[in-house]
């Protein structure tokens, strides 16, 4: 668990769009994973598996959420108590200005290729496991790869046309 609960919740926050959230959805999934381990054997294809299992909780917990919205646990009153006004290590490490010009580019990108970039360019993956993990051909993971990393930097150029002068 210590050596993936980074990757883990970094795909989590990637699709949850809240650190929280996030937080949350790495405890199930890493719940789902213990409880699935027995019925795994592959051990090179280990983290591509959790990342596949990652991807489908977090996609059905965006279905739940827009079928269903969250209610407010925490009264407005009690939430004055609970704040902390300094950033936390989600909003400093995200409060770059490049970091956040990429953030904003990818909000911006289809949901095909922003997936992409995720899996690729942001988890590490190599093609051949994001072509097994989408259960896609491996010439289309390369194409959908070079599409978006395209998408991505037409998106950049858009939001900051100086970025790479």
Not at 19 to 41: G, H, P, V
Not at 79 to 100: F, H, K, L, N
Not at 133 to 160: N, Y
Request: charged residues 35%; hydrophobic residues 40%.
């Amino acid at each position: 668990m210590r050596r993936f609960q980074g990757r883990i919740y970094g795909l989590a926050f990637h699709y949850m769009r809240n650190a929280e959230e996030a937080r949350d959805m790495a405890q199930e999934i890493f719940i789902q994973i213990y409880r699935k381990l027995d019925s795994f054997n592959d051990e090179e294809n280990l983290l591509p598996w959790m990342l596949r299992l990652a991807r489908n909780r977090c996609i059905d917990r965006l279905r739940r959420l827009k079928t269903r919205p969250p209610a407010e646990d925490v009264l407005v009153e009690e939430a004055q108590e609970i704040t902390d006004s300094r950033p936390g290590p989600e909003e400093e490490y995200v409060a770059g200005g490049r970091r956040q010009l990429l953030y904003r580019a990818l909000d911006e990108m289809s949901e095909m290729n922003r997936e992409m970039i995720l899996l690729k360019d942001i988890q590490g993956l190599e093609l051949s496991e994001i072509s097994r993990m989408l259960r896609l051909p491996l010439g289309t993971v390369k194409s959908r790869s070079h599409r978006a990393r395209l998408e991505l930097a037409t998106k950049v150029r858009a939001l900051d046309p100086s970025y790479g002068v």
